[in-house]
């Protein structure tokens, strides 16, 4: 989607906040001994309260309001029996669309304390979606984006997965520009002003690629490593990218 008109950056907005709004709730929620299913039914209610409809259920009859994945899990898990435990990363993905205008967020939470290494991915997993989205704007290459995020990631000795990408959102969950690389990459395309993306590495302490788990949806790394994954929906303009997926 390119935004052109107010009205159309005043609805973004709206169902930017609504997500942002549900992953935090649901992020609060999280505490050991909860079922993942639980933990959606949290999402579930909020998005329903809010008007929304999640994005995986109405556009690809996925089996949860939203996308939890917990430890060897590194997205599209499906909500269910697994029992979250103290020490486990959670990541939760949520998107959703109201008035025809779809938002997509996500971040990786941890449950109580976890090992150092663990702690150090996860900010520096943030940091990488941050200098990521500090390549957005109307004009740029989006070739910047995983170039820049690349550059931070072989510093400081971590990989990134290199078959989830971002991609272009709005009127639809997925939409042009598609396959959006946050790796180094030698992709030609420019951002239009008022581009809608999403912003989203997946960063790792060895994986480089995501494998499709049996249950049709999960996603697992490969080589099995840690991952993580912070995600935002921005828009491109003039004066740099405007973060829509902000709670309010």
């Known amino acids: 989607m390119t935004i052109t ?3 159309e950056l005043d609805g973004l907005k709206e169902i930017g906040r609504i997500v942002a709004n549900t992953m935090q709730t649901m ?29 995986p259920q109405s556009a690809y009859d996925f089996p949860g309001a939203t996308c939890i994945s917990v430890n060897e899990e590194i997205a599209h898990g499906i909500p269910g029996a697994r029992v979250i435990e103290a020490g486990d990363l959670v990541n939760i993905d949520v998107s959703a669309s109201k008035n025809g205008y779809f938002a997509d967020t996500g971040a990786t939470f941890r449950t109580g ?9 996860c ?3 943030r940091r990488a979606m941050q200098i990521g989205i500090a390549q957005v704007g109307a004009g740029k290459p989006l070739a910047n984006i995983g170039r820049a995020v690349g550059q931070f990631a072989s510093k400081r ?7 989830l990408a971002s991609h272009g959102v709005g009127r639809s969950l997925h ?17 239009a002003r008022g581009l809608v993306l999403t912003v989203e590495p997946f960063l790792s302490r060895g994986g480089l690629w995501a494998d499709q788990g049996d249950d049709g949806w999960t996603l697992y790394s490969s080589p099995a490593a840690p991952v993580v994954q912070y995600e935002h929906t921005v828009v491109a303009t003039d004066k740099g990218a405007l973060i829509v997926t902000m709670p309010g």
């Open 123 to 125: 900010r520096d997993g």
């Open 157 to 163: 000795g971590y990989t990134l997965i290199r078959n």
């Open 113 to 121: 304390s976890v090992k150092p290494s663990l702690d150090a991915l």
């Open 175 to 191: 939409e042009d520009p598609t396959e959006i690389a946050t790796w180094p990459n030698r992709d030609r395309r420019r951002m």
């Open 5 to 7: 008109q107010e009205d």
């Open 27 to 55: 992020a609060k929620a999280i505490e050991p001994g909860m079922t993942t299913r639980e933990l959606d039914e949290i999402g579930a209610a909020m998005l329903e309260a809010e008007g929304a409809l999640s994005a």
